[in-house]
């Protein structure tokens, strides 16, 4: 399995609190990515990076920022929690020479009440 | 713009037939595809994927998938069902439409498989 961690596992917050989710990777991958959940939607882009310090918006990035200082992490940050963010979070990465297959962390389940 | 279609949110079949999940895709230049699965409280995991190699590809736990460029279609199928492949199954192309974008996928919405004793 690929080296992936996510943290943490499970949060539960209050509308209006800031929230940071960490990813981990020791694979040394270029691109990460963060991934929402929710049913009847599948996975949906987020933001993603494609290396340090440079990131982008996926299709549902409003309300959410992030940040890579280092290749190895990507940290997804709320910074005023809402219900509608209530959701389960997975981070992917991936890299050149592979089709770009992506590898997904366990994931890390939100409720925001 | 790319996208992926998964008929069937729920497909039920009993142990040991066959089963076939449909994919659909949009795409005006030759995609990249993938299957993946999610088991209960896990991640997603890679089954296959097609690279323009051969268009039959042969995944994981004895599933494979048939590229046809006709029917843009990328179904997956396992000739004899298992308890254990009761999952949520998800298809994903590849965005290759503009520049270097080949690095992000689009995902259907899913397909929860369902095996009967």
């Known amino acids: 399995d690929a080296g992936i961690t996510q943290s943490p596992r499970h949060k539960v917050t209050e509308t209006g609190t800031p929230v940071t989710l960490r990813c981990h990777q020791t694979e040394n991958h270029r691109y990460m990515y963060w991934y929402r959940q929710d049913p009847g939607h599948g996975l949906r882009l987020i933001h993603y990076s494609y290396g340090v310090k440079d990131t982008d918006k996926g299709e549902v990035s409003d309300g959410y920022s992030v940040s890579r200082s280092k290749t190895e992490d990507f940290l997804l940050t709320l910074e005023s929690a809402t219900s509608s963010q209530t959701s389960v979070y997975f981070c992917?990465?991936?890299?050149?020479?592979?089709?770009?297959?992506?590898?997904f962390g366990p994931g890390t389940r939100l409720t925001v009440t | 713009a790319q996208s992926v279609t998964q008929l069937g949110s729920h497909v039920s079949v009993s142990e040991g037939a066959l089963v076939l999940l449909r994919c659909n895709y949009s795409s005006s230049v030759p995609p990249y595809l993938f299957w993946y699965v999610q088991y209960p409280n896990q991640g997603l995991q890679l089954l296959l994927k097609?690279?323009?190699?051969?268009?039959l590809v042969k995944g994981i736990n004895g599933f494979e998938a048939e590229f046809k460029k006709s029917e843009t279609s990328f179904h997956l199928t396992k000739p004899s069902a298992h308890m254990s492949d009761a999952a949520e199954y998800f298809c994903?192309?590849?965005?290759?439409?503009?520049?270097?974008?080949?690095?992000?996928?689009?995902f259907g919405s899913g397909t929860r498989l369902l095996v009967r004793p």
């Open positions: 097609y690279t323009s190699a051969a268009t």
């Open positions: 994903a192309v590849s965005d290759r439409t503009g520049g270097d974008s080949s690095y992000k996928l689009i």
């Open positions: 992917a990465i991936s890299d050149w020479g592979s089709y770009y297959e992506q590898y």
